[in-house]
């Protein structure tokens, strides 16, 4: 068994057939660290799965990256938005180190959703796990300061903590560089006290 | 037929015995203006669509009622994280006028999944949409100006820039009701010259 089969297994079952499927319709790509698995103005036509590594997507803001999501390791990676609407996409994915990823063209996923049976149902779970990542994410944008929004990052990431430049980890929680060195001065002299 | 079943027809196909299944299933509420359909700490264990009138979800943060979205006519409404997790709501969903909804509880959504040919792929499609209104409500909160963002709240919900009180309005957008008039004051006077 492969690992997508895997992975959707921990949603949907799966008989022996639709595991061969299954692993027959995705595709494992190397990703090269720095790499765009998605950029600006392509239509998204892929859902993907990470085996190995992590990677960010980010949208453009005058000349700065805005970095608002990451996936790693088992978790799903496409620009929803622009699979969904097959519009232009208006993020980029990028890799953060060298990955391995499971690709699954537009129209095998639609035959996932056909052939599988219980590929409706992988469809709607699968979404509605990053529907609340989401929602729990334009809570925290709303919601919390800075030092909350690292805090929150180190909770819900903390095998990228070590992985990931600070410059990154900064644009994501919505600081300066600089700011987020303080935030993290702040609570290492706070546990240390 | 009754209005569920015919917001449903427009994701999904049903055969008659399903049109009276899911019109027996959704419970019509009258919900008065200023009544909370879902209040803090409650669990939500409903999918509601909305025929008549306007609901808003909000959340606090210090003593203010931040408005992040809004639910009106054809327009499902739940909070579907405390749905899907069934946790506590931190978010407050508000009638802002009198409104009729057809209330789904979540055992019987559970059944529609089950039970109706395409339930699963209804619930899939349902909560994609879902998903794409809150990537763009991301979006914009991470790179729109305030009046960029009353523009796209004007484009997203022409319908309901009569019917909502002003301070409302400036709370989704983010900016203090003053804002809100020198924002409006402005647009005008460009349009005007």
Chains 1, 2 share one sequence.
């Not at 790499?35 to 803001?61: A, I, N, P």
Request: with cysteine; hydrophobic share 35%; proline share 4%.
């Amino acid at each position: 068994m492969a690992y997508p089969s895997n992975i959707i297994r921990q949603i949907i079952t799966l008989n022996r057939d639709e595991v061969q499927l299954v692993d027959a319709y995705f595709k494992p790509q190397l990703i090269t660290k720095g790499e765009r698995l998605l950029d600006y103005g392509q239509v998204c036509r892929f859902v993907g799965l990470v085996e190995t590594g992590c990677c960010r997507y980010y949208m453009l803001q005058d000349d700065a990256e805005l970095t608002y999501a990451f996936s790693n390791e088992g978790d799903f990676v496409s620009n929803y938005e622009s699979v969904l609407t097959q519009s232009p996409s208006t993020k980029v994915i990028e890799a953060l180190e060298d990955c391995k990823i499971w690709l699954l063209p537009l129209e095998r996923l639609q035959k996932i959703y056909l052939e599988i049976r219980q590929g409706e149902r992988f469809g709607r779970i699968a979404i509605e796990q990053q529907f609340v990542k989401l929602l729990e994410q334009i809570t925290s944008l709303y919601t919390e300061s800075p030092t909350q929004r690292y805090l929150t990052f180190l909770n819900n990431y903390p095998e990228l903590i070590q992985r990931i430049p600070q410059y990154i980890i900064a644009s994501f929680v919505g600081v300066q560089p600089q700011s987020l060195s303080r935030i993290r001065k702040k609570l290492a002299d706070r546990d240390r006290s």
